[in-house]
């Protein structure tokens, strides 16, 4: 078996080209937590709870700073939460509906290590 | 004399799964065909040229395919299977003639349920077979009939 680093990944039926091990996401299943109650005597029950707030997906990569990487994310930012992602790979097959560009990116103009973080939040995986 | 084809629907075998555009998913039954413009001149005419080659190539057989169309009723009825077997037959380079069909398609010859222009990833996401036929069909639709309307004014 081999891990995956490379997997392709589409914005609105687009391949994109991204920075390599740079992609990152969440299946978008939320928090969940467990807090203990006691009534005494050394009696303890546990309490499940599922924080619903935090049920959306989080996509994260890496662009380089070329004109078209950068022309593309300002679209996809202006589109509000209208892209839609897939990742898919060998085993792998992700879609990620309503995603909005959420983070406010900063892109670096230099040549070595110039690019830019994209960070899109949306529907949790399917 | 009835005008040309302007555009058909390519009823697929499975369902593609496209983004609609919207940030949702769905899943198209069919896709919509367009008639090449000038703006995919250069494609069209490379695959003419392919067609005519392959034509040349195999006149035996494709006089035999046409006489089978003729019996149906026209040139413009011959099965896109038959254009296609036709040209697997011949000498033609078909590595590069199906790239060329491929680089028309997705130049916006081709509409995903009718809405959204195919992209290579989309295209990508065709079985083998599901683009031979479409390869086929589109030739029959738009390619031939061109071809057999400038042969008839010469």
Known sequence: ?126 | MSSPKKEFEFILQEDLQYADGTGGFAKAKKMLLRAPSTKQKKYSIKLRQGFMQAVKSNVDTFSKSKNTAKTSSSHEEMKGEEILGLMLMSDVDMVGFCDTFKDLLIDGCCLVDGKIVLTLSLYEGLSDEETSRLMGEYIANFLIPSLMKQQKES
Do not use: H
């Open chain 1, 1 to 126: 078996m081999t891990a995956i680093s490379t997997p392709t990944i589409t914005i609105n039926n687009q391949v994109i080209n991204i920075l390599p091990n740079s992609c990152t996401y969440d299946e978008g299943g939320g928090e969940q937590t467990i807090r203990t109650q006691s009534a005494g005597g050394g009696i303890v029950s546990n309490i499940f709870a599922d924080n619903a707030e935090t049920k959306f997906s989080t996509v994260k990569f890496t662009m380089i700073n070329i004109p078209d990487n950068i022309a593309q994310a300002r679209i996809w930012k202006f589109n509000g939460n209208a892209n839609a992602i897939t990742i898919t790979s060998d085993g792998l097959a992700r879609n990620f509906s309503a995603m909005a560009l959420t983070n406010n990116y900063e892109v670096k103009l230099a040549a070595t290590d110039g690019g830019f973080e994209l960070e899109f939040k949306g529907t949790s995986a399917v």
